[in-house]
């Protein structure tokens, strides 16, 4: 509520600020008697979520923002006790299904059928209520597959609304059981108009530059954007136009990871580097931006030949990351790897010049 | 014949043997003594000795054809020895040797020459048997059994050495020896010193009971021989010997013997150098002849010698095996424990054997006080029938002390047959019973050991349930047919357990054995100590002639946990050269590969220093590793198990180096894992308020809280800030509400206190040596965490109570300023004493918008009352309408100044307990209030009623205020009496 990121969400379909036919498009679903599952996927601040809630608010009405957060327990078959954050309303439960884990199946299964076989009387218009799983992507090949069949099975009483940073580890048989709506991150100018809005609303005034600037820094994404604009309102106010935009720590430490393995090459740096990545993963960064910053960084400094090279030997890398348990290997190896390549074209450059 | 035998050597070892016999027997056969001290007091001089040497090898000779225990033959051999070794003694010495050894073979290898041994006929072969053997042995082909006696031949023969006899006979023998490179298959040959006397003027039973314990004890014996430097004894050996060997057992007593194994080259040039004095043959012509006899030889010995290669790997037995102990007193186990169980046993005697259960004082006159007076209790006492009460003995103990070997040889040393069943039989009920009848009741007719049962159960913990509920039925047996007659089976119970059963395991607090405890004797074996366990292995390695350090062998035993099994068996796999740096091998666990793993990812950048083109290479294995293990944890693909293992291979090529390096043990994943279970621990503590994804919260948020969190405000007192600030103080208090978070005060080392974050969502947002971070001035947290309160307070009193003016309350939704909260807070009044019932149970329940809004929904107000209404307990009800009557109908209202509406309670220093409520000036007022001295100062008050109880104090400042009365100066004592005082002061009111 306080945060601004908060206090200016639109809470309405009507209230969007932009994709305005795509909101359009999905107030005359809501207004349909029937609601299919939805597919809500596009980068992280697209406003993905503020759409979803715009949405649940149309089909329920005030009620739907009315909102408990409580503790759901699951029991594996091996009667392991799960212990899943909810955020419910009387109308939809809200649950981020890869917070358990590899028992994500049981969390998916158990929950939506206690949703969808408990049936509200006093439902009002809708007969149904709504699951929204965040973080789809994240899910299980198991868990998917056991969605695919319960979506079908209580579509009368339980729609889905999922939601993804990318639909590419959705299973397609999910992906064409759903309507999906991707939500694009929205552009420079819209994020610009929509800081300037709050700024208007707070009472401020934000030079143009400073805002052009946050948008930059926040690389389109708008509740990164409006965060930075708070701290920079904290920070310093009146605004100045050459104010310091304070980005996320993390993001800073990487790119020093990054600096700091372009600067030397050998084993002993290596063991600081894994130390900083260790730093990262224990804060629950995820290993996937820690590795596409790091790659973003390393390659500022090399020719196209080696960009192409390690680029490549990237992509390897973090797929079998993705594919493996210990990130702190692959990140490892990466960076050991680039180390190998980078110096030796050091060398070889040096070799040509003298 | 005196020549033949270096007397001095073999006259010191007889007396050791005879000394340690001599203990052994005193201490084991006490009633025997007396017999046997006689025959034995006199060790024999050289002449007895050579004497006996030859009885001996008859002897053995003769056991080896007759029953091992049929003494009386033995005897009547002995006595026949004796007469032909006097028959033999006439001729002069050098040829009587020779004589006596052919005799020997010749007795020996009655297989293949079945000649009986006649003392006439021996001088006629005397003179025969050296070319005879000679052609005989050179000629054949050496079968198994024929092998056998010409090794024998030979052992006996080489000590013709010093005699006078062709040349040519002795390098043939030689040559033999050489080509035949071992084994025998028994090895009756040892002139080893066995009988100290003719005996045969003794009793037969203490004959065989010395033999039985001598047997027993020549492993046990600790002084080491001396090796005599003649060839023979160069040749044959008790103890390991130095050069190669290989291990025989002679069969009838099971002794070790070690037999020399030579190479071809390396044989003959040991054994042509003594003769080089001796012979009158050249060396080089003898040597063409070794030739000559050697390439006929040739294609004869391959078959022979793929035979004892077969024969050595059968021999080549595990030294846990060959050291475990065989009599009694070799056990390494504590005394105590070992006289416990054996005394047991012994009880069972008057049953088994119908013999008297001796005397306890006589019997164990060494027991420990203590002891004795436990086990009194607890194992002698006998039942009338003179069944020991308790009829099992349940060994416990950690693996690998010698559980079962005590069980075992205490049981034969008592007397009996021993009838193991373990984990690796079938242990169903059914089973079960048939081996308890058939151990118990019956018992061996045949055979030459009549001995009764002894059942041991081995690794009883494993066991199914059923099966050793069968066992305790089976051994109270009595008592089952006393209760219930002519059941099934109690017929076979009748008498319950004639013998003693022993049961053995590990855990003995496993749930399957609680009925057993109860009944059985429990004899828990301690774990040895180091010291002790590392003497028995430095004395292992003596006999195996390994050159070991004591201290490393200290740290095996350690490191094994005492272990004894586990110790041996890694001495003998380490060997003695590199025991020092293969320590690591005696460790249990050298199976865990992803424990391994973790040490070279942990160690490896300090190894390879410089060298960085190799680290990309076996992190990619490192990769691969993680690769396959993932797969089968998700996937349970465990046949890629071993793939896990080539890792470590490319990671030694491209890492090892040849300097030693300190290794230091992964301790950071263990810090990671607790670092991110923390970190994890403060996410979701946040998000249980927030509602927020983690990936918002870590990438997004919690970057920017550090600086949101920091606003500039002065230190001085919040009253006199600006309105920018109190603007800024009202938005981080929300901020920090929103987010659950608070500030706790810490003891800090250099300043006193510090306030943190409850949640430290910091510890996530803020990284080292990254953007630059303001922190808050200490009195400005204060200021935070005392308006935090206020707020909290508020908010849960909004939350609970009900809206009496509904215009503030829709106010709550929108943006707060401190003078909104402050109206809000005043119209909250009339609501509190309700809330104050209600705060504990209705505190929970919150309603929040999608923006973690507060929701009070004016509109379904009474409804909502209602509800409450059916919430609260039907007293707490009645009190509730009855308040609301009073507060509604007489329009007591109050009007808060500025600042805060809390009250403070505060004690007098006179009446004891006496607390007043003061009228304070706002800001000190709610200063007091939410001060942590403030709640310390109020023992009464645990701090979940906090907001109970300072609602309880709202109520109080204003009724005080109100009516103007002095009830509240009395002495308040309790919440109890203050919440009467008040409904006391309400119904004062309510007549008016």
Sequence with gaps: MSLWVDKYRPTTLAKLDYHLEQAENLKNMVNKRDFPHLLVHGPPGAGKKTRILCVLKELYGVAAERLKIENMQFETPSKKKIEILTISSNYHTEINPSDAGIYDRIVVMELIKATAQT????????????????????????????????????????????????????????????????????????????????????????????????????????????????????????????QKVTEPDWQVYIRNTASMMVSEQSPKVLLEIRNRFYDLLTRSIPCELIFRGLLQECIKNCDDQLKKEIIEVASEYQHKMVRGSKFIFHLEAFAARFMTIYKKYIELSLDNFT | MTDEYPDLDMNEEFDLIHKADYEALRELEGELFEKRQLPQSDPSPSNSGT?????????????????????????????????????????????????????????QSNVEIPVPVNADKINNITSNNKTHSYEKYCDSIPSSSKKRNCEEFLSDSSNLLDMDIPDDFIFGIIIIKSLFLIDTYDANIIEEPKEKKLRWDQPKKVIKKILDVRQLLHENENTPMKISYNNKKNSISLRVPSWNFVAVTRSYDSQRLYIRVRNQQNNIKQSTSPIANLSSVPYKQLKIQAKEIMARKQDLSRQPLSLCDTTNIINDELWVDKYRPRSYIELLSDETVNRQ???????????????????????????????????????????????????????????????????????????????????????????????????????????????????????????????IELLLKFTQGKLITKKKKKKEQSENMSDGCTRPVICICNEPYAPSLRALRAVSVIIPIQEVSPLRLAERLMDLARKEKLNVDFNDLVKI????????RACIGALQYMGSSNLKDN??????????????????????????????????????????????????????????????????????????????????????????????????????????????????????????????????????????????????????????????????????????????????????????????????????????????????????????????????????????????????????????????????????????????????????????????????????????????????????????????????????????????????????????????????????????????????????????????????????????????????????????
């Excluded at chain 2, 061996?444 to 059923?466: K, Q, S, T, Y």
């Design chain 2, 583 to 992: 320590l690591s091998l005696g460790l249990k666990d050298t199976r865990e590969t992803d424990k391994l793993t973790q040490g070279i990812f942990h160690n490896y950048p300090e190894i390879c220093d410089r060298k960085l083109n190799n680290v990309p290479m076996s992190l990619e294995w490192f990769q691969f590793y993680d690769l396959v293990i993932s797969l089968i944890a998700h996937k349970q693909i465990w046949s890629l198990m071993p793939y896990t293992n080539y890792g470590f291979i490319a990671w030694h090529l491209y890492l090892a180096r040849t300097q030693k390096m300190k290794i230091s043990y992964p301790t950071v994943t263990n810090e990671v894992t607790q670092k991110s279970a923390k970190n994890t621990g403060i996410l979701t503590a946040v998000r249980r308020v927030c509602g927020r994804d983690v990936f918002t919260l870590t990438t997004d948020i919690a970057g920017f809280l550090p600086d949101i969190l920091t606003p500039k405000l002065r230190t001085v007192p919040s009253h006199l800030y600006s309105s920018k600030e109190k603007s800024d103080l009202a938005r981080i208090i929300n901020v920090m509400l929103e987010f659950g978070l608070s500030f706790v005060q810490e003891k800090n080392f250099q300043r006193g206190y510090i306030y943190n974050l409850d949640p430290n969502i910091l510890e996530i947002g803020v990284f080292l040596n990254c953007n630059a971070h303001r922190s808050l001035a200490y009195a400005v947290q204060q200021i935070i965490t005392q308006e935090l309160e206020v707020e909290r307070l508020k908010r849960a009193s909004i939350l609970t109570g009900l809206g009496v003016n509904s215009e503030n309350m829709a106010k709550s939704g929108n943006p707060e300023t401190v003078e909104n909260v402050q109206n809000i807070s005043s119209n909250v009044e009339n609501n509190t004493k309700q809330s104050r019932k209600n705060a504990t149970s209705l505190k929970e329940i919150v309603y929040k918008d999608f923006f973690g809004n507060i929701i009070t929904n004016e509109n379904k107000n009474g409804q909502k009352q209602n509800k409450i209404m059916n919430r609260i307990s039907p007293k707490s009800q009645e009190k509730y309408s009855l308040m609301k009557n009073i507060l509604t109908k007489h329009g007591i209202w109050y009007k808060y100044k500025e600042g805060c509406n809390n009250a403070v309670r505060r004690n007098l220093p006179t009446g004891q307990g006496r607390t007043t409520w003061f009228d304070y000036p706002a800001r000190q007022a709610s200063e007091r209030c939410s001060s942590q001295d403030y709640v310390a100062s109020a023992p009464l008050q645990s701090r979940d009623l906090r907001n109970a109880v300072a609602l309880v104090s709202t109520v109080e400042a204003m009724l005080w205020r109100v009516l103007k009365q002095e009830v509240y100066s009395s002495s308040v004592n309790s919440r109890g009496q203050l919440r009467n005082r008040i409904e006391a002061a309400v119904h004062q009111i309510s007549p008016d």
């Design chain 2, 341 to 467: 169980l054996l005394h047991w046993l012994k009880l069972w005697d008057k049953v088994v054997f119908k013999k008297n259960v001796i005397k306890p004082k006589k019997k164990l006159p060494n027991f420990g006080k203590k002891n004795n007076i436990d086990d009194k209790k607890d194992i002698e006492e006998v039942d009338s029938k003179g069944y020991p009460i308790k009829r099992i003995a349940l060994l416990s103990g950690p693996p690998g002390l010698g559980k079962t070997t005590l069980a075992h040889i205490a049981a034969r040393h008592a007397g009996y047959n021993v009838v193991e069943v373990n984990a690796s039989d079938e242990r169903t009920p059914d089973t079960f019973r048939q081996i308890l009848l058939a151990s118990t009741e019956m018992k061996a007719v045949m055979g030459a050991d009549p001995r009764p049962n002894c059942l041991i159960f081995d690794e009883i913990d494993g066991a199914p349930a059923a099966s």
């Design chain 2, 557 to 564: 035993a350690e490191r094994s946990g005492c272990d004894v």
């Design chain 1, 119 to 242: 049936h509200h009387i006093d439902i009002g218009q809708r007969e149904f209520k709504v699951v929204l799983l965040s973080n789809v992507d994240q899910l299980t090949r198991d868990a998917q597959h056991a969605l695919r069949r319960t979506m079908e099975k209580y579509i009368s009483t339980c729609r889905l609304i999922l939601c993804a940073n990318s639909t590419s580890r959705v299973l397609p048989a999910i992906q064409s059981r759903c309507v999906r709506i991707r939500v694009p991150a929205p552009t420079a100018p819209e994020i610009k108009n929509i800081l300037h809005s709050i700024c208007k609303r707070e009472g401020l005034t934000v030079p143009d530059e400073l805002a052009n600037r946050i948008v930059e820094a926040s690389n389109r994404n708008l509740r990164r954007a409006i965060l930075m604009l708070e701290a920079c309102k904290v920070e310093q106010y009146p605004f100045t136009v050459d």
């Design chain 2, 51 to 107: 004497s006996w040497i030859v009885n001996n090898n008859k002897h053995q000779a003769n056991v080896e054809i007759s029953a091992p225990d049929n003494v009386d033959k033995v005897n009547n051999m002995t006595n026949n020895n004796k007469n032909h070794l006097l028959s033999q003694s006439d001729p002069g010495p050098s040829t009587s040797g020779i004589s006596w050894t052919a005799n020997d073979n010749k007795h």
